[in-house]
């Protein structure tokens, strides 16, 4: 999982580095595109659905053969 700077600006929080990780450590993401969502929506929920910032969120899946 990759996330721009613009998604640290977007939440509101003295410590968002250790909110971020904490709640991608405390979810139960499936799917990238599940991760990109969840995470995208919270940031929004945060914010009143207005961001302050350009965000991008990245995720990838290694799948083995």
Avoid: W
């Avoid at 990759?2 to 580095?17: A, C, F, P, Q, R």
């Avoid at 709640?23 to 929004?44: C, D, L, M, Q, T």
């Avoid at 207005?50 to 899946?61: E, Y």
Wanted: with cysteine; aromatic share 4%; net charge negative.
């Amino acid at each position: 999982i990759m996330i721009s700077d613009g998604v640290l600006e977007n939440i509101d929080l003295e410590d968002k580095e250790k909110y971020i990780i904490e709640f991608i450590n405390n979810s139960n993401f499936k799917e990238p595109e599940e991760i990109v969502s969840v995470i995208a929506g919270h940031i929004r929920q945060l914010n009143g659905k207005r961001l302050k910032d350009d965000a991008t969120i990245i995720a990838t899946q290694i799948v083995r053969c």
